[in-house]
């Protein structure tokens, strides 16, 4: 069996991964860990990491932030607090996979304990880009340290071949977003007509 860690930071980001996470959960020869941290465990985003328990799933871990403002030192020494946080969770687990996605600057010390603890990362949605902050550089670090990149499109799977990773591991997958909207039932008219208080014209 697989012994499989999964860190979440945000609602946004762990609504993205839930389906993966329906899968991982059913699966028998694997032992799947969730990581709550960040937004998930501050009271003024709403305390999320209760919507993943709501829906079933087990936190093995939850490492706080205190992410009182967000301004550079706020964030800078969150950051050192969730490396403590993990490095004493990986002194005692041992992982075969570490599973994270996107560019928030809580994944960057996932990877940088992963990367010690010689345990391989598999980054979702590598090779996009974030225009106007410091998480397109990130995003490009973390594939950097990733081992698996699972991208959303061809030219992201393109853009992680050129920064070196070996193609054979980076595999386009697609959007997991994308399996979010197919699994919502679709609305009938009346439906929508009754939403919007307005009568909609033809079939």
Known sequence: MKKICLVTGSRAEYGIMKPLIQRLSKDKEVNLQIIATAMHLEEKYGYTYRQIEE????????????????????????????????TKIFDKE?????????????????????????????????????????????????TKMSHLHLVSTEDFRQRVIQMGEQPQFVINTGALGVE?????????????EKQLGIALEGS
Not at 59 to 85: C, E, F, N, W
């Open 55 to 86: 829906d079933g799933f087990d936190i093995a871990y939850k490492v706080p932030l205190h992410l009182y403002d967000t301004d550079r030192r706020t964030v800078s020494t969150a950051m050192a607090h969730l490396q403590l946080g993990l």
């Open 94 to 142: 041992d992982y075969d996979l570490v599973i994270i996605l996107g560019d928030r600057y809580e994944m960057l010390p996932v990877v940088n304990v992963a990367l010690i603890y010689n345990v391989p990362v598999c980054h979702l949605h590598g090779g996009e880009t974030s225009l106007g902050n410091f998480d397109e550089y990130i995003r490009h670090a973390i």
């Open 180 to 192: 979010n909207a197919l699994s919502i039932p679709p609305l009938t008219k009346e439906a929508i």
